[in-house]
């Protein structure tokens, strides 16, 4: 998984339990500098309106954002809400994979069952849409 924006939506969505193992293991071998530790921030949501096509404010969310460096590598961790683990695990992770440490190279195993457990959430959630989908036509052919 070499994609930075893509690593990081898998990690969010359906593997908050695996980001923090890989944390783990490179937190247990490798020396982490905390550029800066989980934090709480708000952060501005913008949308563009579709009729005028200008820019709006829609509101802020919180959020928690953490950096850390590996070997002279940053990693940056940002998770909506407060969750600091996640936060710090995201970091370390990234900061690891910039790096290109070994031990990322076998996180195929992590990686596998992410992405299973994504498509069954996917199949999921499709499921329960068709289920409630309303059929608008209402005159036979």
Same mark, same amino acid.
């Given at each position: ?13 359906? @593997? ?14 490798? #020396?982490?500098?905390?550029i800066?530790? #989980?934090?709480? $921030? ?12 200008? !820019? ?18 940053? $990693? !940056?961790?940002?998770?909506? @809400?407060?969750?600091?683990? !996640?936060?710090?695990? !995201? ?10 440490? #070994? ?12 992405l ?26």
């Open positions: 998984m070499h994609d930075c924006k893509e690593r990081t939506r898998l990690l969010i969505r359906c @593997g908050n339990g695996e980001a923090l193992q890989m944390a783990n293991e490179i937190t247990e071998k490798y #020396p982490i500098e905390w800066s530790r #989980p934090q709480e $921030g708000l952060a501005m949501i913008k949308v563009r309106e579709t009729a005028g096509q200008t !820019l709006f404010c829609l509101g802020e969310v919180l959020i928690t954002e953490a950096k850390a460096r590996i070997g002279g590598h940053i $990693g !940056l961790g940002v998770v909506t @809400g407060s969750r600091p683990a !996640l936060c710090e695990a !995201l970091a370390v992770v990234d900061a690891a994979c910039r790096a290109e440490l #070994p031990e990322t190279n076998r996180w195929d195993a992590y990686w596998a069952r992410i299973e457990r994504e498509n069954t959430q996917d199949k999921m959630w499709l499921a329960i849409r068709e289920k409630t989908k309303v059929d608008f036509r209402t005159m036979k052919e």
